[in-house]
């Protein structure tokens, strides 16, 4: 396990608009396969991957070759949402745009996606306590400077799958910590 200090990042997270990078390893992985028409245990390895929460970019009209801005479709997905979420005597719940890719791998704008994001009231200060992303059968939550759980759980309930294939049911859980 790589434990990472750096003197210049909060312990919380308390500015709605932070950028902030975070560095998240895993701790145990574990899941699925299907095999010979049975689900069988399997023991994953497990990945470190960085988290960036991006400024939302307006879309433009691209042009043949042009890439998405860094915030990837998130200014889109945000203008078909209510924001804030709901705000309570103790959390606010609203949107933040987010780039979770694996630790060593190039930058991908197409990453970018729009997140659930959890405050909590403290006072007159609200700090993030939870950030929920969701792309397709995927989640990965965590909490800045905390656990993540990272997973893959397929809609797949056929007895007996074409070429007897089914994607693999997969959960991750680890730790993150701000690095930016």
């Given at each position: 396990m ?10 919380e ?6 950028y ?7 701790e145990?992985?574990?899941?699925l396969?299907w095999k ?7 023991k994953?390895?497990?990945h470190k ?8 970019e307006?879309?433009?009209i ?7 801005p ?11 949402k209510?924001?804030p979420l ?9 949107w ?14 197409i990453k ?12 007159t200060?609200?700090?993030l306590?939870?950030?929920?992303c969701q792309?397709g ?7 800045p400077n905390?656990?993540?759980?990272h997973?893959?759980i397929h809609s ?9 294939f ?7 859980v680890?730790k ?5």
């Amino acid at each position: 396990m790589c434990v990472l200090f750096a003197s210049n990042v909060q312990s919380e997270i308390t500015e709605l608009n932070h950028y902030f990078k975070l560095f998240c390893v895993s701790e145990k992985s574990t899941g699925l396969d299907w095999k010979k028409n049975a689900w069988i245990y399997s023991k994953y390895k497990g990945h470190k991957y960085l988290i960036r929460k991006v400024k939302i970019e307006p879309l433009k009209i691209l042009r043949k070759g042009e890439l998405f801005p860094k915030s990837g479709t998130c200014a889109m997905t945000m203008s078909e949402k209510i924001n804030p979420l709901g705000e309570f005597a103790d959390y606010k719940y609203d949107w933040g745009c987010y780039n979770i890719g694996k630790f060593g791998k190039e930058y991908s704008n197409i990453k970018s996606q729009l997140c659930s994001q959890q405050w909590e009231k403290q006072g007159t200060q609200l700090t993030l306590t939870r950030v929920n992303c969701q792309e397709g059968q995927e989640d990965f939550i965590f909490a800045p400077n905390g656990w993540f759980h990272h997973s893959v759980i397929h809609s797949n309930l056929a007895d007996a799958p074409k070429n007897d294939f089914k994607g693999s049911l997969f959960v991750e859980v680890g730790k993150c910590s701000e690095i930016e």
